[in-house]
DNA sequence: CTCTGGATTAGCT
DNA sequence: GCTAATCCAGAGC
C-alpha cells in the first residue's frame, strides 16, 4: 500500500483543521459492488474536542461519536435529519475525539455507476454535498468505524495534487463554532 | 419515558 | 430562497 503512504503519514502527523485543509486534492476511492468509484475531494470541514458545534464537543464519549475517539484514519459515519448520511475520517490519536467532514467530491473513477447511482440528477450535482457523495458511491453505512488505513479497507485515499488556491470559509448548518472558519474549499478552475 | 433539534437535501416559488 | 421530509441521539423529567 504504499499508494495510502502519504495519506497515512497526512494523518498521524498533522492537527485536525491541517488534515481538512491538506485532504483537498486526494483522491476518495470506494471499491463497490459495481466497481470502484470516487473522486477528487474538493471540499471538507474540521471538527475538534474543543468545538462546541462537534459530535465530541468537550471529550464526551457516546454511542454514536465513539468512532470519532479511535486512531487517525478511521471512519466515522452517522446519521442526520431523519434521511441522510455523512462521511467523516477521524484525526488525532487514539482517546481524543476529532474528524474532518468530507463535505464534497469532483467525480472521477467510475463515472457510469455514479450515474446509475443518481438518477435524475445534473452532473454538477451528483456528489456536491456531504450526503449526496454516500449516495453517489453507496459507500455504506456499515464502514462506520473501521479503519482507512488497512488495505482490506474498501474505502482508501490517495494523494492525487496539491491545489494552488484553497478558499477558507464559516462552517454550514451549524448553530454553535461559527466563529471557527475551519471549512475549506477547492478553488481551482481546473481538477 | 418523552421531547427537541440537527455537521442535509430535494423540490417548489 | 424557503420549507417539508423524517428519525435518532441526547438531555431533561
Known amino acids: 500500500m504504499c499508494n495510502n503512504q502519504s495519506f497515512n503519514t497526512l494523518i498521524t502527523t498533522h492537527a485536525t483543521v491541517d488534515v ?9 476511492i470506494f471499491y463497490g459492488p459495481n466497481g470502484p468509484v470516487g473522486g477528487i475531494i474538493t471540499e471538507t470541514e474540521a471538527y475538534t474536542e474543543d468545538d462546541p458545534a462537534s459530535h465530541a464537543f468537550n471529550g464526551k464519549i457516546t454511542k454514536r461519536n465513539a468512532p470519532m475517539f479511535l486512531a487517525a484514519g478511521h471512519l466515522y459515519i ?3 435529519y431523519g434521511i441522510h ?4 475520517i477521524v484525526t488525532e490519536k487514539e482517546g481524543v475525539g476529532a474528524a474532518v467532514l468530507i463535505r464534497a467530491l469532483q467525480p472521477t473513477i467510475g463515472i457510469d455507476i455514479i450515474k446509475k447511482n443518481r438518477p435524475n440528477v445534473k452532473q454538477k450535482d451528483w456528489l456536491n454535498g456531504p450526503s449526496k457523495l454516500m449516495r453517489g458511491l453507496t459507500i455504506p453505512v456499515n464502514l462506520n ?8 479497507c474498501p474505502l482508501q485515499l490517495v494523494f492525487r495534487r496539491k491545489p494552488t488556491s484553497i478558499q477558507t470559509l464559516p462552517r454550514i448548518g451549524i448553530s454553535k463554532g461559527m466563529d471557527r472558519l475551519w471549512r475549506f474549499y477547492y478553488s481551482d478552475k481546473t481538477v
Open 145 to 152: 468505524g473501521t479503519n482507512a488505513l488497512t488495505s482490506d
Open 20 to 28: 481538512a485543509k491538506e485532504l483537498l486534492g486526494y483522491e476518495l
Open 85 to 88: 448520511h455523512c462521511l467523516n
Open 78 to 80: 452517522y446519521f442526520i
